[in-house]
């Protein structure tokens, strides 16, 4: 009975000892070798580069954008060079420094030209409305909705009394911003570091 006993504890003592290696990833193979189990990496995107179902949603809402950037690289843009200042930096290091609240995440090439093909076709159906007077917040806004942007990722403001808008386009991880002066400024941009498409105040 007591050799009985012994024998079964032993028999869960190597059953234990197998779940456990098991559980650290070992898995015996026939013969008594070892393998080692591997899990899948997912792929690694650029910063600021749009997954892919949520840019094929973008481009079944926006047909025309989708169609003037087809077959354009997700590539990054290349950095711009540095104009030494002869005092021990750069121009553009100061610049960065005093100016790093306003800092954007870089486009790249696809969605450059997908936001680029957003601020066009914004910049067409506003021209009929006359100048930007004539607009206002709420014509703007109303425009911007007709054109299929949805309220909540548009921020419409006035500066100086000229009417403007900031607009996040999540599906393509880029941002459009305008200001409606006599020639209106319509321009895509990435998202600020500190989030959204909203120029953030600060600064010295």
């Not at 690694?44 to 997954?51: C, D, I, N, V």
């Not at 077959?71 to 420094?97: L, Q, R």
């Not at 100048?131 to 007709?146: D, F, I, K, N, P």
Request: glycine share 12%.
């Amino acid at each position: 009975m007591k050799r009985a006993m012994a024998s079964m504890a032993a028999g869960v003592a190597v059953a234990v000892t197998a779940v456990a290696l098991a559980g650290c990833g070992s898995v015996s193979a026939p013969g008594g070798a070892s393998t080692t189990a591997t899990t899948p990496t997912t792929p690694t995107r650029e910063p600021g580069q749009a997954g892919a179902e949520a840019l094929a949603r973008h481009d079944r809402l926006f047909p025309q954008v989708a169609a003037k950037c087809a077959g354009v690289a997700a590539t990054p843009p290349s950095a711009p060079a540095a104009a030494p200042t002869g005092d021990g930096g750069t121009w553009a290091d100061k610049y960065a420094e005093n100016h790093a609240y306003k800092q954007t995440v870089r486009l790249l090439a696809d969605a450059q030209c997908r936001g680029e093909a957003h601020a066009a076709r914004i910049a067409d159906a506003l021209r009929p409305a006359g100048t930007s007077a004539a607009v206002g917040e709420a014509g703007l806004r109303a425009a911007l909705q007709r054109l299929g942007y949805p309220a909540e990722l548009v921020d419409v403001h006035t500066s100086a009394g000229t009417p403007g808008f900031d607009l996040e386009i999540p599906e393509a991880v880029l941002c459009v911003s305008g200001l409606l002066t006599a020639r209106p400024d319509i321009h895509p941009h990435g998202m600020y570091l500190d989030g959204g498409c909203t120029e953030p105040k600060g600064g010295h």
